[in-house]
């Protein structure tokens, strides 16, 4: 029987090139996707930019050009990228885009209708000369435990230790190098506790996730009582605004997995398809997320916590990697082992770093290891 599948590679962010630490993703799922297609079941692959927050302002701001223009330029990048390595995606969209947005009021409408979505005051640093709330990671200072100097804003590189930014000794504004000041502000929370129980019984379904994920979401989320999302962003950020919430931006991460959808939805308009039929709750077809292991959380508790609010066609499975080290050890780039997939491509052709990914890549979570002699020897015996 032919199957239909809709597959989805995470999307890459507009703040940086494509590296190989992310071909290892791109290049497994495509090899999937060839296969399934290969098999006769139609399959569509569909990925984006994503293109908002607050890195891509201050890359704009540093740059002296807009948001736009930043994440057209690296748009361009990633797309020329991919085509090199054969990436062969159906639709490549970008979550800064009017089906997105279109898609994203639409997901929130019925959170909101479900009586999710709660608002507090909270307090966080504020940078007066950037004119900008500040996220932990653009701020640093000692810290307070061991008296460390320049440590980033959330823990501390020496001792550990873990805290807020507005516990640092002497913090500064890594934008403008001025002393924040702690102001309080409107968010925008999402009650995940009310959808603990759903989440349980979705997650821990045989089948759906790979075992260790299951177990990891059973050992230290699903045991306890969920933490609300903090899914907003005051004025200025670059996103999409919440309607009926003037000044307040939807997170980045709430409107990037709509992306999936939204990158869908042009596929469709192109190629005369119903979205319904590929992502309405009893739609006849299953949807596979790959996705690497550090954003699991997001594609196991928040995605489908949102999916089934808005009363969409849930993932039926969520395929999780490792991380590529190079030689036994993390890409560096002092070491020289950080390399970007334009790099490569100007010493070698992209088929050998496919087929010895592919003879790598297996079913669990463990780091794939690129070695370079192992490289060498496999491809000048197997090819
Ligand atoms: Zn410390």
């Not at 159906?90 to 909101?112: F, H, K, L, M, P």
């Not at 395929?319 to 560096?332: A, I, N, P, Y």
Request: overall charge negative; glycine content about 8%; charged content about 25%.
């Amino acid at each position: 029987m032919t199957r239909q599948i809709l597959v989805t590679a995470a999307l890459p962010y507009a703040n940086g090139h494509i590296h190989i630490g992310h071909l290892v993703e791109y290049i497994q799922t495509d090899i999937w996707v060839r296969f399934q297609k290969l098999r006769g079941n139609r399959c569509v692959f569909v990925c984006a930019d994503d293109t908002h927050g607050t890195a891509i302002t201050i890359r704009a701001r540093r740059e002296g050009r807009s948001e736009e223009d930043v994440i057209a330029d690296m748009r361009a990048a990633h797309i020329r990228d991919f085509d090199a390595f054969q990436i062969e995606f159906d639709n490549y969209g970008s979550t800064n885009s009017a089906e997105n947005q279109a898609q994203c009021r639409q997901v929130w409408s019925q959170i909101e209708a479900a009586g999710l979505v709660v608002s507090r005051d909270i307090e966080q640093l504020f940078d007066p000369q950037a004119g900008t709330f500040l996220a932990d990671r653009f701020v640093r200072g000692t810290c307070p435990k061991c008296g460390a100097a320049d440590q980033p804003g959330d823990n501390c590189s020496v001792c550990s230790a873990t805290y807020s930014p507005a516990d640092l000794t002497d913090p500064k504004s890594v934008l403008s190098e001025a002393t924040p000041e702690l102001r309080s502000a409107k968010h925008l929370f999402i009650e995940l506790e009310q959808l603990r129980g759903f989440l349980t019984e979705w997650s821990q379904e045989p089948g759906r996730l790979q075992p260790e994920v299951a177990r990891y979401l059973k050992g230290n989320f699903l045991g306890d009582e969920l933490r609300d999302w903090d899914i907003s962003r005051p004025a200025p950020y670059f996103g999409f605004e919440i309607p009926g919430h003037t000044g307040h931006y939807w997170y980045v991460w709430f409107d990037a997995p709509i992306g999936y959808i939204g990158s869908t939805q042009q596929w469709c308009e192109r190629n005369g398809e119903s979205l319904g039929d590929w992502w309405s709750q009893d739609a006849d077809t299953e949807i596979h997320h790959f996705i690497g292991k550090d954003i699991v959380y997001f594609h196991t508790l928040f995605w489908p916590g949102m999916l089934k609010t808005a009363g969409l066609k849930l993932p039926d499975k969520v395929h999780v990697h490792g991380f590529l080290t190079v030689g036994g050890e993390k890409m560096s780039k002092s070491k020289g082992t950080f390399l970007m997939a334009s790099t490569w491509l100007r010493h070698l052709p992209p088929g050998p770093l496919r087929y010895y990914y592919a003879s790598k890549l297996g079913p669990g979570l463990d780091d794939l290891d690129l070695n370079p002699e192992e490289f060498v020897s496999r491809v000048n015996t197997d090819l």
